[in-house]
């Protein structure tokens, strides 16, 4: 439940930052919206290339969009993959 709403919020996130590529907000807004999307692009690109960096070429057949979620989602794709291990 937490991990599906961590989920949701990263993707409402997402949308908030990136409609304000197509549609700039008011002028103080926008500043800080472009900041937060530059930091988040370079957190979790951060993340998804450690993670890419680390896999085989077996298991990069076997899950193509792994990094990509994780990229997306952040923290909460690595608990949704605990939370499988733990099952």
Same mark, same amino acid.
């Given at each position: 439940?937490?991990?599906?709403l $961590?989920k949701?919020l990263?993707?409402?996130? !997402?949308? #908030?930052? *990136?409609?304000?590529? &197509?549609?700039?907000?008011? /002028?103080?807004?926008? &500043? +800080?919206?472009?900041?937060?999307l &530059?930091?988040? &692009?370079?957190?979790? $690109?951060?993340?998804? !290339? @450690?993670? %890419?960096s680390?896999?085989? /070429?077996?298991?990069? =057949?076997?899950? =193509? @969009?792994? +990094?990509? =979620? *994780?990229?997306? @989602? $952040?923290? #909460?794709?690595? *608990? %949704? !993959?605990k939370?499988?291990?733990?099952k």
């Open positions: 439940m937490f991990i599906i $961590g949701t990263y993707t409402i996130m !997402w949308l #908030f930052l *990136l409609v304000n590529l &197509i549609h700039p907000y008011p /002028k103080p807004a926008n &500043i +800080v919206t472009n900041i937060a &530059i930091a988040l &692009i370079m957190v979790h $690109g951060l993340q998804a !290339w @450690f993670l %890419s680390t896999m085989t /070429k077996q298991e990069k =057949r076997q899950d =193509r @969009f792994k +990094v990509l =979620r *994780l990229f997306l @989602f $952040g923290l #909460f794709e690595t *608990l %949704s !993959w939370n499988k291990d733990n």
